[in-house]
């Protein structure tokens, strides 16, 4: 059975969802991926995890749904490189409180955001509270898969901890996903290595954050090391992306309902 929502019929819609479906909103970015991969880089790789998620969701038992894929966000840092398509913060914010006004339209209060670009995160963990607040919703966001830079072991590129944009993990990803879109001629090390030494300011966890455009680190808009990047890696980002996501929709699944 197809786990689409937007397969349904509008007649079956609220006598097949329940309080306790769960309904699940990947979430990428059409944007500047350097010189080597496709624009569609985190609407990719946010559906794909979503998809094989939910299906595995589903098969474990939960009644799981996966709404239509937004693929243009918040991408204004990289506004700079043609191609990009970008909504303001001000604009997602109302097409998220608006998914959000839908969804809560219907029997189910479970709403999961599966995000695959970095750009999002600031603005969906405000969503969460506003749709909380708003419309008794129970909003959730996790990425599409934990970040992972190389490490300059087993023929990964040591990244230095900074492979954040179309570096390492992202191109073996996309090898992995859609190998033709795809153009090794093209890989270049970014790494923002002046940076790397700093112990507070950064990215990945570091306490210290920054306002950024992706070309302030160089002209290719990279950030990271796509060298050495493959797809028996990218298929084992993949895989372990999909595990994340699935025992990260059971939890949701048994985290109590509350009042609206």
């Known amino acids: 059975m197809s786990r689409l929502l937007a397969d349904l019929p509008g007649s079956r819609v609220a006598p097949t969802l329940t309080g306790r479906s769960v309904l699940v909103q990947p979430i990428g970015a059409i944007e500047h991926h350097g010189p080597h991969l496709p624009l569609r880089t985190d609407a990719l790789v946010?559906?794909?995890?979503t998809t094989a998620a939910v299906e595995r969701a589903?098969?474990?038992?939960?009644?799981?749904?996966?709404?239509?894929?937004?693929s243009v966000s918040k991408s204004d840092e990289h506004a700079w490189a043609p191609g990009t398509l970008w909504l303001s913060a001000d604009t997602l914010l109302d097409v998220l409180r608006d998914i959000g006004r839908a969804v809560a339209a219907t029997p189910a209060k479970k709403l999961v955001f599966?995000?695959?670009?970095?750009?999002n995160v600031a603005l969906l963990q405000v969503v969460?509270?506003?749709?909380?607040?708003?419309?008794?919703l129970q909003p959730f966001t996790m990425p599409a898969g934990l970040q992972q830079a190389g490490r300059g072991v087993d023929g990964e590129p040591d990244e230095r901890g900074f492979g954040i944009h179309a570096g390492w993990a992202e191109t073996s990803l996309v090898l992995h996903l859609a190998p033709d879109l795809v153009h090794p001629e093209?890989?270049?090390r970014n790494v923002p290595d002046a940076l790397a030494d700093f112990r507070h300011l950064g990215f990945n966890?570091?306490?210290v954050t920054f306002g950024w455009l992706s070309n302030d680190f160089g002209?290719?808009?990279v950030i990271g090391d796509p060298t050495g990047a493959t797809a028996e890696a990218g298929a084992r980002l993949f895989d372990d992306g999909v595990a994340f996501v699935a025992e990260a929709l059971a939890e949701v699944d048994r985290y109590p309902l509350l009042p609206a």
């Not at 589903?58 to 996966?66: F, I, K, N, S, T």
């Not at 506003?130 to 008794?136: A, D, F, I, P, V």
């Open 46 to 49: 946010a559906e794909a995890v």
């Open 58 to 70: 589903a098969d474990a038992g939960l009644d799981v749904w996966q709404l239509p894929t937004l």
């Open 114 to 119: 599966v995000n695959g670009h970095g750009g």
């Open 128 to 136: 969460n509270r506003e749709l909380r607040r708003r419309y008794g």
């Open 186 to 188: 093209e890989y270049a």
């Open 205 to 207: 966890g570091r306490p």
């Open 219 to 221: 002209p290719s808009g």
